[in-house]
């Protein structure tokens, strides 16, 4: 595709998260990746007489609790999950640790992923959270209030990059006719961070995709780095025909698998998963439209073959239109 974006050219406005309510203190931010590490904490809290941060510490080594990336926990990461639980209001530290609802999460095993039922406790926290509220407001605009289906209906994809360091904060969420940039300043690194835990949580509550863009041959002007697309995942229709979508909105009788990829991210944000197996459906069941150009493995790059199809040993690269 060989799509440049250029950022020279482009309006930028600055990102304006709310004033901290208490002391200016930025508590509302958490660098909390893992929610089952969440769910068990409250689960201790729940079960457990607890009234300081050390004396949970002592409960997690007792019970050989570590943390869901499998180090583990010093008293800072019980802080900082503790902090997290009362910015959902699910404990309170007024009279110890006390938890908002006993028997919300029912733990057997700590080690178990989050079932639906906890899930659904998480997503609701994500779609109300104030923090995560913020960044929902980029992929969609005046809307105080959000649920899964009015973001799975009307967002937009967002594209991400770094314009230094290793922390996204820049955002693209137009480009066309002009490219318009929210940028986060430079001293707010709390929010930058909270954007990777924002990815985090959305994609594992099955909300959010996220792609790197070089793979499809996106780059922009200057060059910066990590730039990638999220968008909010919409389901794709039973009915819908990729191989229609191909005639109706691209151009061209040999077309490039990752050009539709992208075309149908940024029209129509289905996942690459169900894109790629629409592809292969309709490629088996109906080639009067197109016939399907393959290669072999050894020509594909492996940091690129999640962007191609495959039928049999063969990886499909083009479209050939009848």
Known sequence: MGKNINLKTATYNEFTPQEEPVNGKR??????????????????????????????????????????????????????????????????????????????????????????????????????????????????????EFDASFLEVNSTPIISYSSSGKYTDHFINKSEPVVNVVAINSHNADVTRFWDVYIKWGVTLGFIKKYPLKPFGVTTTPTVKGLSVAYFIRKMPDDFSILRFVVDEMEGSYVYIPDIIYTVIFKMRFTIEDIMNKIVEECLDDSSIFKPQSTSAIFVNEKEDFLFPKIGNTYITHLLKL
């Open 27 to 144: 508590w509302s931010y958490f660098n909390v990746y893992y929610l089952e590490d969440l769910r068990n904490i409250y689960y201790l809290c729940d079960k457990y007489v607890v009234d300081s941060i050390p004396n949970l510490y002592r409960l997690c080594v007792d019970i050989g609790l570590k943390s869901r990336s499998g180090k583990a926990w010093t008293q800072r990461n019980i802080l900082e999950l503790v902090n997290a639980l009362k910015n959902f209001n699910l404990i309170s530290s007024i009279e110890g640790y006390c938890v908002s609802k006993h028997g919300l999460f029912q733990v057997i095993n700590f080690n178990d992923e989050l079932c639906d039922i906890e899930k659904d406790v998480f997503k609701k926290l994500f779609l109300d959270y104030c923090r995560f509220k913020e960044f929902h407001e980029l992929f969609i605009d005046n809307r105080e």
